[in-house]
Nanobody
Framework: VQLVESGGGVVQAGGSLRLSCAASGSTYDDYTIAWFRQAPGQEREAVSCITRSDGSTYYSDSVKGRGTIFSDNAKTTVYLLMVSLRPEDRAVYSC???????????????????????WGKGTLVTVSS
C-alpha cells in the first residue's frame, strides 16, 4: 500500500486547508486511516482517524470542532479538512493506514509510536499569524 499526502502549504491564521491521503497498491475491503502531525522538536500527535467499514471517526481535542475527516466515493482517498487554522497547527502532517479494520482508539495510540503498517511521507502545513 502506498500513501501520498498532498494539500499542505502556507495559510494565514483563520484560514483553512484540505489535506489529502491517496491510497494505492492494494485492494482491500476495509481499512483504517489516521492523520498524525509532528511539529519541530515535538512528539508525533494523532489528529484524526476514520474506518472505512462504518465511517467511525476520531478527532483529537486540539482539532475537534475545526477538523473533518472523510473519504471520497471510491474510498481510496481520505481527506482532512481543517478550518480556523492557528499558528500552533504548524507541523508536518502524515497519514498512516492499516489495510484491515482497526479501531481508531487503537490506531491513534499505535501511530504515535509509528505502529501502523503504512505511512506516507507527509505534507507541511505552515500557518502565519
Amino acid at each position: 500500500v502506498q500513501l501520498v499526502e498532498s494539500g499542505g502549504g502556507v495559510v494565514q491564521a483563520g484560514g483553512s486547508l484540505r489535506l489529502s491521503c491517496a491510497a494505492s497498491g492494494s485492494t482491500y475491503d476495509d481499512y483504517t486511516i489516521a492523520w498524525f502531525r509532528q511539529a519541530p522538536g515535538q512528539e508525533r500527535e494523532a489528529v484524526s482517524c476514520i474506518t472505512r467499514s462504518d465511517g467511525s471517526t476520531y478527532y483529537s481535542d486540539s482539532v475537534k470542532g475545526r477538523g473533518t475527516i472523510f473519504s471520497d466515493n471510491a474510498k481510496t482517498t481520505v481527506y482532512l479538512l481543517m478550518v480556523s487554522l492557528r499558528p500552533e497547527d504548524r507541523a508536518v502532517y502524515s497519514c498512516a493506514a492499516e489495510d484491515h479494520w482497526s479501531a481508531c482508539s487503537w490506531a491513534v495510540v499505535a501511530g504515535t509510536r509509528a505502529g501502523m503498517d503504512y505511512w506516507g511521507k507527509g505534507t507541511l502545513v505552515t500557518v502565519s499569524s
